[in-house]
């Protein structure tokens, strides 16, 4: 991603403008024209285009691919996630062979991604999908049912795999609607699918929302967003105002928590016990040393 983080002395100034700046109501936000709209889509599809970066799921966008895809990403980074789709598409190029694997082997394939229910949610959904529909289905209501397809995977998978315009919404298109509004708080989940079901075209939703997105993740970056280098800067409220290092508001991370454990070591004849975890597994079901929580005042 461009962009790096800030020093603590930038954090002070940042908290300081953030104070400075007056809040504005999110009940009377922009109102677009017909023509900003276009231009909007003008911009950001002939920027898509050509500056978009060469990701694996985007050269064959069939359902399946794009689901793996955006299972992988949530909660991951792209560079994190590529080797991880490659090595799953390899192993399971398509639903069916999904829907067939043993869910051990799917867990394996996942180990070191993290989010484990997502990787059991694709391959309950993968057996959902052929038993119930034989295919991939197409219908928005139907992807949206299966297990572990919220609002923003299913409007993934219509547009980018069905070219259907269908809205998406994460952290990156909130961002990037945020500042174009130059909203700095108040607003509802609501708004933004509201806004992009509005600026959606009929015609290449597909790239038009993986454009906003790649905005959002190469060029509306959290931290000092490059705005020189944006194609919608002439219609950004944001930058208009000079708030743009200001909003969205960081949101402040919980603390890690660490959990003390005990593990026992066998060994006999050169061989050491293992046993299925559950609880304190990385992965729930895969092996390793017997363990139990350390609790305060044991020995
Ligand atoms: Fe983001 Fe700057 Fe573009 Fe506005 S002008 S959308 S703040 S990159």
């Given at each position: 991603m461009i962009g790096g983080g800030i020093g603590s002395s930038d954090n002070s100034i940042m908290r300081e403008s953030?104070?400075?700046?007056?809040?504005?109501?999110?009940d009377s936000p922009h109102t677009w024209s017909a023509m900003e709209v276009r231009k909007l889509r003008q911009n950001l599809l002939r920027w898509y285009r050509r500056y978009r970066r060469p990701l694996p799921w985007r050269d064959t966008p069939t359902p399946y691919r794009v689901w793996i895809s955006e299972i992988m990403l949530q909660q991951t980074q792209a560079k994190t996630a590529i080797p991880y789709y490659s090595r799953f598409l390899e192993r399971f190029p398509d639903v069916e062979s999904l829907a067939g694997a043993l869910e051990h082997d799917v867990m394996e394939l996942w180990s070191g991604l993290g989010y484990?229910?997502?990787?059991?949610n694709l391959h309950r959904a993968a057996k959902l999908i052929i038993e119930k529909y034989g295919e991939f289905p197409r219908d928005f209501p139907e992807i949206l049912a299966l297990p572990g397809i919220g609002r923003y995977t299913a409007g993934a998978i219509c547009s980018l795999a069905f070219n259907q315009a269908q809205p998406?919404?994460?952290?990156?298109?909130?961002?990037?609607?945020?500042?174009l509004e130059g909203i700095r708080s108040g607003a509802r989940e609501a708004f933004f699918w509201d806004r992009m079901s509005a600026w959606i075209p009929e015609k290449q939703p597909s790239d038009f929302n993986q454009a906003v997105m790649e905005l959002g993740a190469m060029v509306c970056v959290p931290s000092h967003p490059l705005c020189s280098r944006c194609p919608v800067e002439g219609l950004c409220e944001a930058r208009r105002l000079g708030i743009q290092e200001a909003i969205p508001a960081v949101r402040t991370r919980r603390a890690a928590q660490q959990t003390p454990v005990v593990l026992l070591i066998l060994e006999a004849k050169n061989r050491i016990l293992l046993t299925s975890l559950q609880k304190l597994?990385?992965?729930?079901?895969?092996w390793g040393l017997?363990?139990?929580?350390?609790?305060?005042?044991?020995?």
């Open positions: 953030r104070q400075l700046v007056p809040l504005l109501n999110i484990y229910s997502r990787a059991r998406v919404v994460d952290g990156n298109v909130r961002r990037v609607i945020t500042r597994a990385i992965v729930p079901g895969q017997p363990c139990s929580r350390f609790l305060h005042g044991e020995s």
